[in-house]
């Protein structure tokens, strides 16, 4: 299916124009369903991808296809979702229109509940659950940067699905646990809303303790919350999810050197949510601390922290102005 049919990105931002990108420099017939701006720069420019270990690769625009018009979906082998959470009904009903119907469908988006809206809207069709770790960062003139390590995690399937994306640089790995990767890896992007209200880069914003003392206290009320709902994150790194808040709470020196064993992040990588902030978009909050709060009133747990985060990003989002640069006592209140 992938060496004869096309992978098409649906939805190339960030993220899927480097999962497309990288794919396509290893040879696989690679199509991008984009914006007109993405398009226009892409065929100006090519598109290059640079990575946090200073490495790098060039396309040409001829390298892959780009199309503004949905029916590219026409003769695709596998779709890579990657559009926003909000956007997940709409690009699930163009993939009905176009898509073959044999078309494996993977979600490479953040969240928990995008596999369940392309299921129902996609009847039969395979729908695979997946979780991408790194942040990707729009550079301009078709420049896209991996700013954090990490390898991607497909729900497992007889296709063995993940296997057959996996190329050099861009390990993709099959998960017999996805969903609770999945929830893990939203455990952890909780941080991205302090990222954008602090407008720091991730490296300094960890760098200091009391933004991870914040960051450890907002994770402790989202474990609680899926504890209380019978629900087992899954950290995608060596050090279980329930030892991260206290891993979070040491001393720099010793957090420090933790973390550069098990994560390399950029010294300039930002979160997406701080990227939707920076650029004038609606974030994801809804999507990410909004779950683990319809979670929690289920379960009756209090969450009174992750909902003040929630309204200084609705705030932000307001007022347009982008990152609000608060401290973490502001945040607090």
Not at 77 to 83: A, D, F, R, W
Request: hydrophobic content about 45%.
């Amino acid at each position: 299916m992938v060496a004869n049919r096309p992978i098409v990105v649906a939805g190339a931002g960030a993220i899927g124009c480097f999962v497309g990108g990288m794919l396509a420099a290893e040879g696989r017939r690679v199509a991008l369903l984009v914006r007109p701006r993405v398009k226009t720069e892409i065929e100006r420019f090519g598109l290059l991808l640079t990575d946090f270990d200073g490495s790098g690769k060039k396309l040409g625009p001829g390298q892959l296809a780009l199309s503004e018009d949905p029916a590219i979906f026409h003769s695709a082998g596998i779709v890579l979702v990657t559009v926003k959470s909000a956007d997940t009904a709409d690009v699930a009903d163009q993939i009905a229109q176009h898509a073959p119907q044999d078309a494996v469908i993977v979600s490479l988006q953040n969240g928990v509940g995008n596999v369940a809206v392309l299921r129902e809207r996609l009847g039969g069709r395979r729908v695979l659950a997946g979780m991408v770790p790194f942040n990707a960062i729009a550079m301009g003139e078709g420049r896209f940067h991996r700013s954090t390590s990490g390898d991607i995690h497909i729900g497992e399937d007889e296709a063995n699905t993940a296997a057959a994306l996996s190329v050099p640089g861009l390990t993709m790995r099959a998960s017999p646990d996805i969903t609770g990767v999945q929830w893990g890896k939203l455990i952890i992007n909780l941080n991205n809303a302090l990222s954008a209200l602090s407008d720091m880069p991730l490296a300094a914003q960890l760098a200091s303790r009391d933004w991870r003392r914040l960051f450890a206290d907002q994770m402790a009320e989202g474990l609680a919350a899926l504890k209380a709902a019978g629900i087992t994150p899954v950290s995608a790194t060596p050090i279980p999810m329930r030892w991260t808040p206290t891993l979070l709470r040491l001393p720099d020196a010793i957090f420090n050197a933790i973390l550069g064993r098990t994560m390399k992040i950029d010294p300039e990588a930002r979160s997406s949510m701080w990227q939707d902030l920076k650029h004038g978009r609606n974030t994801e909050i809804d999507y990410l601390q909004g779950a683990v709060i319809a979670l929690a009133e289920q379960s009756g747990v209090g969450v009174p922290l992750m909902r003040r985060i929630v309204a200084l990003i609705k705030q932000a989002e307001s007022a347009g102005k982008g990152p609000s640069k608060l401290t973490p006592q502001q945040i607090r209140g």
